[in-house]
């Protein structure tokens, strides 16, 4: 069963360290418009796990610059509060502990949703039971 309490309005979160932030919610348009944002940003790496983490930096980034609204607790180096820009949130988001919980309190909600979906078993005699092949090997 899918349970529709996921967060339909604005919304703080806590970061930790004194940080917070007013997100939008995370709907189904606002990620597939970071996923599209993510897929524009280039990935250096040529090693496997790193381009992986790279991506995923880059999805957090474009969920952080579309969902976030406004941010308490961030300062510059003199300790002044800083005005929320999308390099700012970049900046914020590249703090490992930041891009965690950040993750982790808006992101993942929707991923735990996503895996509520997949956990039913297919159907025996459905569209999803395993049918005979049509077509002939390939020759290799």
């Known amino acids: 069963m899918i349970r529709l309490d996921l967060k339909r309005e604005p919304h703080w979160l806590d970061l930790g360290h004194g940080v917070r932030v007013h997100v939008r919610p995370c709907t189904t348009a606002l990620m597939m418009a970071a996923r599209a944002e993510a897929q524009r940003s280039p990935v250096p790496s040529t090693n496997d796990a790193q381009a992986a983490g790279e991506r995923t930096a880059a999805l ?35 703090l490992w502990p930041m891009a965690e919980a950040f993750e982790r309190l808006y992101l993942s909600p929707a991923l735990l949703l996503d895996d509520e979906k997949n956990a039913c078993a297919p159907a025996p005699n459905g569209t999803s039971a395993a049918g005979r092949d049509t077509a002939a090997p390939v020759p290799r």
């Open 60 to 94: 957090v980034k474009a969920l952080g610059r579309l969902g976030i609204q406004a941010w308490e607790g961030v300062g510059d180096g003199d300790g002044e509060p800083v005005l929320l820009t999308p390099e700012g949130i970049d900046a914020l988001l590249d």
